[in-house]
């Protein structure tokens, strides 16, 4: 195989020789504003993850969806009991310290909501077949029908 076509990823046509799984995105190629082909950087596990769910359709992005909202409406309470466990009382938005213990704490948080990223997006793949059925089916047929008529 002529190494340009390697480089770009590309096999040639007719060529049997499965050196890659093709289902694995290891690079992107682009063009820039003048016509240039060039490559980008591997596609990290996160942005694969992220691209399964675009391909899974409206149920998956509405999975995501729902599993982001759930999240982070569950973060709010359990960061407030969590502060409220270390420090024995509730955050006084007022106190110059309790401003600066809270901004560490969300500093963790956040960085434990990156960490979680992964996870959140498997409970989405998990869940798109469940939406696709309950959801975006029962939905989408009475917007379809409503069109006919």
Not at 25 to 31: P, R
Request: proline share 4%; glycine share 8%; hydrophobic share 40%.
């Amino acid at each position: 195989m002529p190494p340009f076509l390697k480089k770009l990823g590309l096999k040639k046509p007719g060529s049997d020789d499965n050196q890659e799984d093709s289902d694995t995105n290891t690079a992107v190629i682009t063009a820039d504003e003048g016509g240039e082909i060039k490559e980008e950087e591997e596609l990290t596990e996160t942005e694969k993850l992220l691209k399964q769910v675009k391909e899974a359709g409206t149920a998956g992005v509405v999975s995501y969806a729902l599993w982001e909202l759930a999240f982070w409406a569950l973060s709010v309470p359990v960061c407030i009991s969590a502060y409220y466990e270390l420090f024995g009382h509730f955050p006084d938005f007022t106190d110059k310290e309790d401003l600066s213990k809270l901004g560490g704490e969300a500093f963790a948080f956040v960085n434990f909501a990156r960490f979680a990223v992964p996870l959140r997006i498997g409970l989405a793949l998990s869940t798109t077949k469940w939406i696709q059925e309950n959801v975006v089916d029962k939905f989408g047929k009475k917007d379809e029908d409503d069109s006919e008529n």
